[in-house]
């Protein structure tokens, strides 16, 4: 694409936590970028919106390509990231903060609230009449962004999951002496602890039940179901998110204790709290497990695909801004066929900006918990290899 | 080595909770096997003591070779486990079930409580005078089996606890924002929290505080020495086992509502009590990470020296049955040297049963907490690849 707009420099800023690819959209902005004549330096910001502030740069320009292709490779915000916002009194400091540096070309890599930030610069810098391009990338591991097939960051959690069910299933297998809740990232959404389903490969591979926040279910339902497949297998694996609702739409687990001035449901704690309350109604053994933040962090579970279409993000939103775009976020194109094939595409930031999608009702299987084999089609290209765990003949 | 002995079957049967190569074990003693002619048949038992007692065999001698390949890079115990140890009047009863099925040669597989069984199986045999010869096989992640260098599991379980910290502890600087608490599996011995230190490779890389159980230590202590790290990283990652004691030998974060006839040390919450406690004391974020389970359970994290060290335990245990020996474990032996080399050795069974090896005094540094250098350089090899996150230029 020829570059028809000013020539000054382009700056990238993480917002949000982080994903297993969010880096590899880094890298694939900064390649791009490379030997293009209207982008005359690239600068990173460290840690997000508050590095900006303070006008805390890197020189992403002068990075190696050696060390852009291994910084793919590895989880994390490797220019450092923040949760704080953007007031509405930061973005005169900030376009006089771009406008002294040239700064033409912005890129925000972050889910919907970090779009909300990119949309209003776009329109900061509008109203004020410097020009600027500002492309959002999108990333989350939770699938909670709208308007595109499915984000950057992903791909990736989903087969964690899917790992993390099956080898902590094979493990229990084992011994097959206890209940044990699986808990999964996943705050509002059911995508990720969803992706749980991909760890089954023969009938009865764990997990054996699978609830979604997205249809609240009772304690009772779950000590009935857990007892149903107890009493069959000897063992039982439940997969359930973080942010899983008990039926008056409350978080279980949430942590009565947490002192004041912090959100409880931060605090909770809900596969030790539910493997309590299980322990409790059915006098069975019950344990939890949480593999937590290992399932946005270890570079061993990063999906082939995500990588390959975070990094293309990051090379769409360089060509989209040099070809003039601006206010648009790169999104994911699901092409037809039998084949798994993602393009990029584009959408207005306001579009996404403070929206959440939820896990899709027809996804949900018609008893309200686990997922259709729509769902399973639709995800296992995105995670990606999860293969199943051999058996020894007879066992 | 030539056979001098009877010819029978051979068995072989897990005990305890499974490890990441107590497959490769299996597998090394299977394979060893093949075209022995003193062994007519090679059973397994499903399911340990209970399986045994019930005659649930497989015949592991009919496995594809391929198969035996899979199965040793896949944790967990691909036979079942059981944690049921062998009562007294157990003892004739498997004796019965030995002589009918002709068994000659049985390979236990397990920890200390394990060998314990096995040394007294051999014993009874002994007293019957019914011909076995009795070998035990070494596992566990905790590494507290006496009279062997390290054991077997130990090695991949190490791996995994300082990629956990290193990736956890990556994802934490990208938001530089809070207290994080890792707690690793150790119930009553620091060999794998200590690992945790393996994840350094720069100065103030997490974790920042390693505490071994070895030392209890008061939760003042604790906080005070959070304080400090936060203050000048503006994080901090700690990492704890889920054995630690506190000054009054107790286990941190016990949980006061487990139901009655449970073991409330079994159900510690200890992390997250702990992240809890210095909320409240330091008013900072504080939260907890468990990687759990997965820390024994993932292919991806198997060290390729405990791997092949566990085979090697397996091919020695039939090696030794072979030439006559009963009643003894198979240990590893580290040769003198500037490389790392570990060789096979036998000790008596009864020299491990029942004991438990704790984290060597001199290990531990000069302040109660941490490891000392010597340490490291002995866990290394053991863990072996644990690289560092590469890095931005300027960050």
Chains 1, 2 share one sequence.
């Not at 910084?71 to 704080?84: E, K, M, N, Q, Y």
């Not at 089954?200 to 764990?206: A, K």
């Not at 009565?256 to 493997?275: E, I, K, Q, V, Y």
């Not at 194109?333 to 579009?351: A, I, K, N, Q």
Request: hydrophobic share 40%; with cysteine; glycine share 12%.
């Amino acid at each position: 694409m020829a570059s028809h707009g000013p020539r000054g420099a382009a700056l990238a800023i993480h917002g949000g936590g982080p994903t297993a690819v969010l880096n590899a959209s880094l890298a694939g902005a900064v390649l791009e970028a490379r030997g293009r004549r209207a982008i005359s330096r690239f600068l990173g910001v460290r840690f997000g919106v508050v590095g900006l502030l303070k006008e805390d740069f890197i020189d992403l320009g002068a990075q190696p390509v050696e060390l852009l292709e291994a910084i793919s490779w590895t989880p994390g915000s490797a220019l450092g990231s923040c949760r704080r916002g953007v007031d509405e009194a930061d973005y005169p400091l900030l376009l006089d903060i771009l406008a002294r540096r040239q700064v033409r070309f912005v890129f925000f890599m972050g889910g919907n609230g970090t779009m909300c930030a990119a949309d209003r610069l776009a329109e900061a810098a509008r109203a004020a009449g410097y020009e600027l391009r500002v492309i959002g990338i999108p990333k989350t591991i939770d699938n909670d962004l709208d308007r595109t097939d499915h984000a950057p960051g992903y791909g990736s959690a989903a087969r964690f999951v899917a790992c993390a069910v099956r080898d902590i299933g094979g493990d229990l297998w084992s011994l097959r002496e206890r209940v044990t809740v699986v808990e999964t990232m996943g705050r509002n959404t059911g995508w990720l602890v969803a992706a749980s389903a991909l760890a089954r490969h023969r009938e009865d591979d764990p997990p054996h039940l699978i609830y979604l926040p997205e249809h609240p279910v009772s304690a009772d339902r779950i000590a009935g179901d857990v007892e149903r497949v107890y009493a069959r297998l000897g063992y039982c694996v439940v997969a359930v998110c973080e942010g899983q609702r008990d039926e008056d739409g409350e978080p279980f687990g949430a942590d009565a204790f947490a002192p004041d001035g912090f959100d409880r449901r931060l605090s909770a704690n809900l596969g030790h709290t539910l493997a309590r309350g299980l322990e409790r109604r059915l006098k069975l053994r019950a344990r939890s497990e949480k593999p937590g933040l290992l399932g946005r962090s270890s570079s061993l579970f990063i999906s082939a695909a995500d990588h390959d279409e975070a990094m293309r993000c990051g090379r769409a939103a360089v060509q989209a801004a040099l070809a003039g775009v601006s206010g648009m976020m790169i999104t994911l194109v699901r092409e037809p066929g039998p084949d798994y094939r993602c393009s990029t595409g584009l959408t207005e930031l306001r579009s996404v900006a403070g929206r959440e999608r939820r896990f899709p009702r027809q996804w949900i299987a018609a008893k309200g918990s686990d997922v259709t084999p729509e769902f399973l089609a639709w995800v296992a290209p995105l995670a990606g290899e999860v293969p199943p765990r051999p058996r020894l003949q007879g066992c």
